[in-house]
């Protein structure tokens, strides 16, 4: 699915690396060199952030040498600094793939259409992709992001199909 203009988180700068104005960058796609092939990254409000010239991988991510990095000092000062690409710049998912980020926002029913809540995250804590659903009230939980507890996935309509596990404590 191709959003123009929509940017998605892929990396960020972690602060200065050496004495010549290299920036320490850790990336967030699934190949961490990619990251390098979707310059020039940008920050939030769409603006260029970076456009690495050269990079070599270190403990935890790369030292990138880029001309919006005046000195070892600058470098520092982007600590924190989020990095974006345009959505459409992506790769198409294959069948059954789906990027985090267009999950985030989709309404989840159970199976008899009932509406269950919206997916505000979706994190791995070590045991595999969950679904964060915030419901219209009350906690969010969590939903293992499997084809069992997920069965129907449509991105283009925005919507999910939960069936939510009976044991699981947080569980609508």
């Known amino acids: ?16 690396f050496g004495v010549h ?10 190949d961490p060199e990619a990251l390098m092939g979707y310059a020039p990254l940008l920050r939030e409000d769409g603006s260029i952030a970076l456009t690495p010239s050269r990079w070599r991988a270190i403990k935890d991510g790369f030292a990138v040498t880029a001309p919006e990095i005046a000195s070892r000092e600058h470098a520092e000062t982007l600590k ?30 159970n199976l008899a259409g009932d509406p269950l809540g919206e997916v505000v995250a979706a ?5 595999g ?35 939510p596990l009976a044991d699981a404590e947080d569980a609508p």
């Open 1 to 16: 699915m191709s959003e123009p203009g929509r940017l998605v988180l892929v990396g960020a700068i972690a602060g200065a």
């Open 21 to 30: 104005g290299e920036a320490r960058v850790r990336s967030f796609t699934a």
């Open 80 to 109: 924190g600094t989020a990095l974006y690409i345009p959505h459409d710049r992506l790769p198409p998912t294959e069948d059954d793939e789906f990027y985090h980020v267009d999950l985030i926002g989709c309404r989840v029913e």
């Open 123 to 127: 994190p791995n804590f070590g045991a």
């Open 129 to 163: 992709d969950l679904l964060e659903i915030k419901p219209a009230s009350g906690p969010a939980w969590h939903l293992p992001f499997t084809r069992a507890a997920a069965p129907v996935i449509d991105i283009k309509a925005k919507r999910i199909v939960a069936v």
